[in-house]
C-alpha cells in the first residue's frame, strides 16, 4: 500500500501520454441573466487529468488560478476574464457546465469554455518526450548615466517534442492538419481501410496529457499542454533499424500548466 510522503524520482517506466482533440473558446448558446445556472457545450469534456471521474474546471483562489480539464471564462464587452471558482463553484456533468451562482449580465455578456474530448492514449508509441520553451528572457539596456535598466520581455511559447516509433498512420497529420480515412474492397477478403493526408490543411487544435505516477507513494505529476498544434514532423528510417519520427507541438505559455498531486498530504 502506497504511503504519504517524498517522491524521489519519477520513473517514465509508469507514465502515460494521451492526446485528445481540443475546443478552444466555444461559446455557450445560453445568455446569462442571473437566473440560468446551466450552461451547454457542444461534446462533453472529459477529465483529461484523470483527478477525478467527471471533468473538473479551474481552480480558482481568488486571485491566481490553474488548468485542470476545462477553462471557463466570461467574456464582457469582448474582453475574457477566468472565472473566479473560489467565489463560484462550478460543477461539470456530460455537455452541461453548471454554476452555483447564476451569472449577472453585469459580469458576463455570454459564457466561453475551453475544453478536451476524445482520447487517442499513444503511450507504447512514445520512445522519448521532450518538454522545452517557456522562456522569459529579459534584456538590460544601459542609459545615461551607466545604469542599466531591465526590460522583462514576454514569456515564450511552450513545446512539447516526442520521438515516436512510427507505425500505421504515424504523427505527420498533426501538422498536415488532417487525415482522411476511406474503406476500400480488399485484394484478398474482407475490407481494407486507406488513410491519408496531405499538407497545407487546417489543423486541429490537440490537448497533450503526460501523467506519470510514483508507485510508493501514489503522487502524481500531470504536464498538460491544452490548444497544442503540430508544427514539425521528421522521419527516420534507418536500414538497420526501425522507422521513427520526430514531431513538434506548439501552444502559449498561458495553456500549458503542470500539476503535481500529493496524495495523503493535504
Given at each position: 500500500m502506497a504511503q504519504a510522503g517524498e517522491t524521489k524520482a519519477f520513473l517514465m517506466e509508469n507514465s502515460v501520454t494521451e492526446i485528445y482533440t481540443h475546443v478552444e473558446n466555444e461559446i455557450c448558446p445560453e445568455t446569462p441573466d442571473s437566473i440560468e445556472t446551466d450552461f451547454e457545450v457542444t461534446t462533453a469534456p472529459s477529465a483529461i487529468t484523470g483527478l477525478t471521474v467527471l471533468a473538473q474546471a479551474q481552480y480558482h483562489d481568488g486571485a491566481n488560478y490553474f488548468r485542470k480539464d476545462v477553462l471557463v471564462l466570461y467574456r464582457k464587452d469582448g474582453?475574457?476574464?477566468?472565472?473566479d471558482t473560489n467565489a463560484n463553484a462550478i460543477t461539470i456533468?456530460?455537455?452541461?457546465?453548471?454554476?452555483?451562482?447564476?451569472?449577472?449580465?453585469?459580469?458576463?455578456?455570454?459564457?466561453?469554455?475551453?475544453?478536451?474530448?476524445t482520447k487517442s492514449d499513444r503511450s507504447d508509441e512514445i520512445v522519448n518526450m521532450t518538454l522545452g520553451g517557456g522562456g522569459r528572457p529579459v534584456e538590460y539596456v544601459t542609459v545615461q548615466g551607466g545604469d542599466k535598466v531591465r526590460i522583462e520581455k514576454t514569456q515564450e511559447a511552450k513545446?512539447?517534442?516526442?520521438?515516436?516509433?512510427?507505425?500505421?498512420?504515424?504523427?505527420v497529420h498533426y501538422v498536415n492538419g488532417v487525415e482522411v480515412s476511406q474503406t476500400v474492397a480488399g485484394a484478398v477478403s474482407g475490407s481494407d481501410v486507406l488513410k491519408g493526408t496531405v499538407g497545407s490543411q487546417t489543423r486541429t487544435r490537440r490537448t497533450i496529457v503526460c501523467k506519470v505516477d510514483d508507485p510508493e507513494t501514489d503522487n502524481d505529476r500531470i504536464e498538460c499542454f491544452h490548444n497544442v498544434v503540430g508544427v514539425t514532423d521528421e522521419g527516420s528510417a534507418p536500414s538497420d533499424g526501425y522507422w521513427s519520427e520526430n514531431v513538434g507541438f506548439e501552444c502559449p505559455p498561458q495553456d500549458y500548466c503542470r500539476i503535481t498531486r500529493l496524495v495523503g498530504q493535504g
Amino acid at each position: 500500500m502506497a504511503q504519504a510522503g517524498e517522491t524521489k524520482a519519477f520513473l517514465m517506466e509508469n507514465s502515460v501520454t494521451e492526446i485528445y482533440t481540443h475546443v478552444e473558446n466555444e461559446i455557450c448558446p445560453e445568455t446569462p441573466d442571473s437566473i440560468e445556472t446551466d450552461f451547454e457545450v457542444t461534446t462533453a469534456p472529459s477529465a483529461i487529468t484523470g483527478l477525478t471521474v467527471l471533468a473538473q474546471a479551474q481552480y480558482h483562489d481568488g486571485a491566481n488560478y490553474f488548468r485542470k480539464d476545462v477553462l471557463v471564462l466570461y467574456r464582457k464587452d469582448g474582453k475574457d476574464t477566468v472565472v473566479d471558482t473560489n467565489a463560484n463553484a462550478i460543477t461539470i456533468s456530460g455537455t452541461t457546465i453548471t454554476f452555483a451562482t447564476g451569472p449577472t449580465a453585469v459580469e458576463a455578456d455570454s459564457v466561453i469554455v475551453s475544453y478536451s474530448h476524445t482520447k487517442s492514449d499513444r503511450s507504447d508509441e512514445i520512445v522519448n518526450m521532450t518538454l522545452g520553451g517557456g522562456g522569459r528572457p529579459v534584456e538590460y539596456v544601459t542609459v545615461q548615466g551607466g545604469d542599466k535598466v531591465r526590460i522583462e520581455k514576454t514569456q515564450e511559447a511552450k513545446t512539447v517534442a516526442l520521438e515516436v516509433l512510427s507505425v500505421d498512420g504515424g504523427f505527420v497529420h498533426y501538422v498536415n492538419g488532417v487525415e482522411v480515412s476511406q474503406t476500400v474492397a480488399g485484394a484478398v477478403s474482407g475490407s481494407d481501410v486507406l488513410k491519408g493526408t496531405v499538407g497545407s490543411q487546417t489543423r486541429t487544435r490537440r490537448t497533450i496529457v503526460c501523467k506519470v505516477d510514483d508507485p510508493e507513494t501514489d503522487n502524481d505529476r500531470i504536464e498538460c499542454f491544452h490548444n497544442v498544434v503540430g508544427v514539425t514532423d521528421e522521419g527516420s528510417a534507418p536500414s538497420d533499424g526501425y522507422w521513427s519520427e520526430n514531431v513538434g507541438f506548439e501552444c502559449p505559455p498561458q495553456d500549458y500548466c503542470r500539476i503535481t498531486r500529493l496524495v495523503g498530504q493535504g
